[in-house]
Protein backbone atom coordinates (compact mmCIF):
# COMPACT_ATOMS: atom_id res chain seq x y z
CA UNK A 1 0.00 0.00 0.00
CA UNK A 2 1.30 3.55 -0.88
CA UNK A 3 2.24 5.64 2.25
CA UNK A 4 1.82 9.64 2.77
CA UNK A 5 4.07 11.32 4.79
CA UNK A 6 2.30 15.07 5.53
CA UNK A 7 4.29 17.46 7.31
CA UNK A 8 4.33 19.56 9.85
CA UNK A 9 1.89 17.66 11.89
CA UNK A 10 0.86 21.44 13.61
CA UNK A 11 1.57 25.43 12.45
CA UNK A 12 0.79 28.06 13.70
CA UNK A 13 1.07 31.77 11.71
CA UNK A 14 -0.87 35.08 11.35
CA UNK A 15 -3.67 36.17 9.72
CA UNK A 16 -2.38 37.81 6.31
CA UNK A 17 0.56 34.93 6.09
CA UNK A 18 1.47 32.45 3.28
CA UNK A 19 1.49 29.07 4.74
CA UNK A 20 2.60 25.66 3.24
CA UNK A 21 1.47 21.70 3.89
CA UNK A 22 3.94 19.50 2.09
CA UNK A 23 2.82 15.53 1.28
CA UNK A 24 5.00 13.15 -0.28
CA UNK A 25 3.97 9.33 -0.96
CA UNK A 26 5.54 6.29 -1.16
CA UNK A 27 5.17 5.65 -4.18
CA UNK A 28 4.54 7.78 -7.75
CA UNK A 29 0.67 8.44 -7.88
CA UNK A 30 0.42 11.27 -10.95
CA UNK A 31 -1.59 13.77 -9.80
CA UNK A 32 -4.22 11.18 -8.07
CA UNK A 33 -3.54 13.75 -4.73
CA UNK A 34 -6.26 15.60 -2.83
CA UNK A 35 -6.63 18.23 0.03
CA UNK A 36 -9.55 18.44 2.37
CA UNK A 37 -10.17 20.58 5.36
CA UNK A 38 -11.79 19.83 8.44
CA UNK A 39 -13.17 21.99 11.12
CA UNK A 40 -13.55 21.40 14.81
CA UNK A 41 -16.70 18.77 14.70
CA UNK A 42 -17.36 18.36 11.16
CA UNK A 43 -16.77 16.36 8.20
CA UNK A 44 -13.85 16.92 6.30
CA UNK A 45 -14.63 19.21 3.20
CA UNK A 46 -12.93 18.66 -0.34
CA UNK A 47 -10.92 21.53 -1.47
CA UNK A 48 -7.98 20.78 -3.92
CA UNK A 49 -8.25 18.07 -6.32
CA UNK A 50 -6.08 15.99 -9.14
CA UNK A 51 -3.37 17.95 -7.33
CA UNK A 52 -4.20 21.36 -8.36
CA UNK A 53 -7.96 21.63 -9.56
CA UNK A 54 -9.67 24.05 -7.34
CA UNK A 55 -13.20 22.52 -5.70
CA UNK A 56 -16.31 24.38 -6.71
CA UNK A 57 -16.81 27.03 -3.98
CA UNK A 58 -13.79 27.38 -2.28
CA UNK A 59 -11.73 30.42 -2.23
CA UNK A 60 -8.65 31.01 -4.42
CA UNK A 61 -6.54 31.61 -1.51
CA UNK A 62 -6.12 27.78 -1.82
CA UNK A 63 -4.02 26.44 -4.12
CA UNK A 64 -2.47 23.40 -5.09
CA UNK A 65 0.88 21.74 -6.80
CA UNK A 66 3.19 18.45 -7.29
CA UNK A 67 2.97 15.75 -9.25
CA UNK A 68 4.80 11.85 -9.24
CA UNK A 69 5.79 11.41 -5.21
CA UNK A 70 5.99 15.48 -3.72
CA UNK A 71 2.65 17.82 -3.39
CA UNK A 72 2.22 21.19 -2.03
CA UNK A 73 -1.16 22.61 -0.52
CA UNK A 74 -1.05 26.51 0.19
CA UNK A 75 -2.77 29.07 1.67
CA UNK A 76 -1.66 32.75 -0.20
CA UNK A 77 -3.27 34.92 2.61
CA UNK A 78 -4.29 33.05 6.08
CA UNK A 79 -7.96 33.82 6.96
CA UNK A 80 -9.08 33.51 10.58
CA UNK A 81 -11.95 30.95 9.44
CA UNK A 82 -8.93 28.90 7.67
CA UNK A 83 -8.31 27.03 11.80
CA UNK A 84 -8.72 23.70 10.97
CA UNK A 85 -6.92 20.48 10.72
CA UNK A 86 -6.05 19.87 6.97
CA UNK A 87 -5.41 16.59 5.10
CA UNK A 88 -3.79 14.79 1.90
CA UNK A 89 -5.28 11.84 0.46
CA UNK A 90 -4.12 9.70 -2.17
CA UNK A 91 -5.56 6.98 -4.77
CA UNK A 92 -4.04 4.63 -6.47
CA UNK A 93 -6.14 3.24 -9.07
CA UNK A 94 -5.61 -0.50 -7.99
CA UNK A 95 -8.37 1.32 -6.32
CA UNK A 96 -7.34 2.28 -2.33
CA UNK A 97 -6.87 5.17 -0.78
CA UNK A 98 -4.52 6.96 2.48
CA UNK A 99 -4.51 9.94 4.33
CA UNK A 100 -2.00 11.72 5.44
CA UNK A 101 -1.78 12.14 8.59
CA UNK A 102 -2.92 15.83 9.19
CA UNK A 103 -1.88 19.30 9.73
CA UNK A 104 -3.63 21.51 12.45
CA UNK A 105 -3.55 24.69 11.78
CA UNK A 106 -3.60 27.68 14.21
CA UNK A 107 -3.60 31.40 14.56
CA UNK A 108 -0.35 32.95 16.39
CA UNK B 1 -28.25 19.09 -4.33
CA UNK B 2 -26.20 16.20 -3.64
CA UNK B 3 -26.45 15.12 -0.24
CA UNK B 4 -25.34 12.41 1.95
CA UNK B 5 -27.20 11.79 5.48
CA UNK B 6 -26.19 9.09 8.04
CA UNK B 7 -27.71 7.38 10.76
CA UNK B 8 -27.62 8.96 14.24
CA UNK B 9 -25.31 8.23 17.16
CA UNK B 10 -25.16 4.63 18.82
CA UNK B 11 -24.05 3.34 22.08
CA UNK B 12 -23.60 -0.48 21.76
CA UNK B 13 -21.81 -2.81 24.94
CA UNK B 14 -18.67 -4.90 23.83
CA UNK B 15 -20.15 -8.19 22.41
CA UNK B 16 -23.22 -6.43 20.23
CA UNK B 17 -23.76 -6.21 16.44
CA UNK B 18 -24.38 -3.07 14.53
CA UNK B 19 -25.24 -1.51 11.41
CA UNK B 20 -25.07 2.20 10.47
CA UNK B 21 -26.07 3.79 7.40
CA UNK B 22 -25.84 6.41 4.76
CA UNK B 23 -28.65 7.62 2.45
CA UNK B 24 -27.75 9.57 -0.76
CA UNK B 25 -29.86 12.11 -2.61
CA UNK B 26 -29.53 14.43 -5.47
CA UNK B 27 -27.56 12.37 -7.75
CA UNK B 28 -27.35 8.85 -9.33
CA UNK B 29 -26.43 6.86 -6.27
CA UNK B 30 -25.83 3.64 -8.59
CA UNK B 31 -23.10 5.05 -10.28
CA UNK B 32 -20.80 6.52 -7.85
CA UNK B 33 -18.86 4.42 -5.03
CA UNK B 34 -19.42 5.29 -1.63
CA UNK B 35 -16.38 5.29 0.91
CA UNK B 36 -16.34 4.78 5.03
CA UNK B 37 -13.74 6.70 6.85
CA UNK B 38 -12.93 5.83 10.28
CA UNK B 39 -11.93 8.98 13.47
CA UNK B 40 -10.92 7.84 16.17
CA UNK B 41 -10.79 10.55 18.90
CA UNK B 42 -8.72 13.09 18.55
CA UNK B 43 -7.11 11.42 15.42
CA UNK B 44 -6.51 11.36 12.05
CA UNK B 45 -8.86 10.18 8.73
CA UNK B 46 -8.54 6.22 7.88
CA UNK B 47 -10.16 4.90 4.59
CA UNK B 48 -12.29 1.75 5.60
CA UNK B 49 -13.03 0.08 2.49
CA UNK B 50 -15.53 1.40 -0.62
CA UNK B 51 -19.12 0.23 -2.63
CA UNK B 52 -20.10 0.83 -5.71
CA UNK B 53 -24.09 0.06 -5.50
CA UNK B 54 -24.05 -0.25 -9.09
CA UNK B 55 -22.95 -3.80 -8.85
CA UNK B 56 -22.94 -4.26 -5.12
CA UNK B 57 -19.00 -4.52 -5.53
CA UNK B 58 -16.65 -4.16 -2.60
CA UNK B 59 -12.94 -3.33 -1.39
CA UNK B 60 -11.66 -2.95 2.02
CA UNK B 61 -8.52 -1.44 3.52
CA UNK B 62 -5.95 -4.33 4.65
CA UNK B 63 -6.67 -2.62 8.07
CA UNK B 64 -10.32 -3.22 8.25
CA UNK B 65 -10.71 -6.57 5.67
CA UNK B 66 -12.74 -8.80 8.10
CA UNK B 67 -13.72 -6.47 10.85
CA UNK B 68 -16.22 -4.86 9.30
CA UNK B 69 -19.31 -5.38 6.22
CA UNK B 70 -20.08 -2.62 4.02
CA UNK B 71 -23.39 -3.09 1.88
CA UNK B 72 -25.86 -1.14 -0.76
CA UNK B 73 -29.23 -1.20 -1.33
CA UNK B 74 -29.39 1.04 -4.69
CA UNK B 75 -33.05 0.46 -4.80
CA UNK B 76 -33.08 3.13 -1.40
CA UNK B 77 -29.92 4.77 -1.99
CA UNK B 78 -28.36 3.29 1.14
CA UNK B 79 -24.97 2.50 1.62
CA UNK B 80 -24.30 0.87 5.22
CA UNK B 81 -21.38 -0.26 7.55
CA UNK B 82 -21.86 -3.08 9.58
CA UNK B 83 -19.94 -4.84 12.42
CA UNK B 84 -20.95 -8.41 14.26
CA UNK B 85 -19.06 -8.28 17.38
CA UNK B 86 -18.00 -4.42 18.77
CA UNK B 87 -15.12 -4.16 20.34
CA UNK B 88 -13.77 -0.46 22.36
CA UNK B 89 -11.37 0.20 19.90
CA UNK B 90 -14.62 0.78 17.51
CA UNK B 91 -15.00 3.75 19.31
CA UNK B 92 -14.74 6.34 16.76
CA UNK B 93 -17.04 8.69 14.92
CA UNK B 94 -17.70 7.14 10.76
CA UNK B 95 -18.31 9.12 7.60
CA UNK B 96 -19.64 8.22 4.50
CA UNK B 97 -18.47 9.73 1.27
CA UNK B 98 -19.30 9.88 -2.49
CA UNK B 99 -16.32 9.00 -4.57
CA UNK B 100 -15.50 10.52 -7.66
CA UNK B 101 -14.46 6.59 -9.58
CA UNK B 102 -12.40 7.76 -12.20
CA UNK B 103 -10.31 10.32 -9.90
CA UNK B 104 -10.58 8.82 -6.39
CA UNK B 105 -11.35 12.14 -4.46
CA UNK B 106 -14.38 12.22 -1.97
CA UNK B 107 -16.79 15.54 -3.12
CA UNK B 108 -19.24 14.75 -0.53
CA UNK B 109 -19.54 13.60 2.68
CA UNK B 110 -21.90 12.64 5.66
CA UNK B 111 -22.40 14.76 8.84
CA UNK B 112 -20.88 11.45 10.64
CA UNK B 113 -22.33 8.99 13.08
CA UNK B 114 -20.58 8.52 16.35
CA UNK B 115 -20.39 5.15 17.40
CA UNK B 116 -19.62 4.46 20.98
CA UNK B 117 -18.72 0.92 22.46
CA UNK B 118 -18.94 0.91 26.72
CA UNK B 119 -19.52 -1.60 28.99
Known amino acids: DIEMTQSPSSLSASVGDRVSITCQAS??????LNWYQQKPGKAPELLIYDASYLETGVPSRFTGSGSGTDFTFTITSLQPEDIATYYCQQYDGVPSFTFGQGTRLEIK | EVQLVQSGAEVKKPGESLKISCEGSGYTFANYWIGWVRQMPGKGLEWMGFIFPGDSGTRYSPSFQGQVTISADKSIATAYLQWSSLTASDTAMYYCARIRPSRGHFDYWGQGTLVTVSS
Open chain 1, 27 to 32: QAIKTY
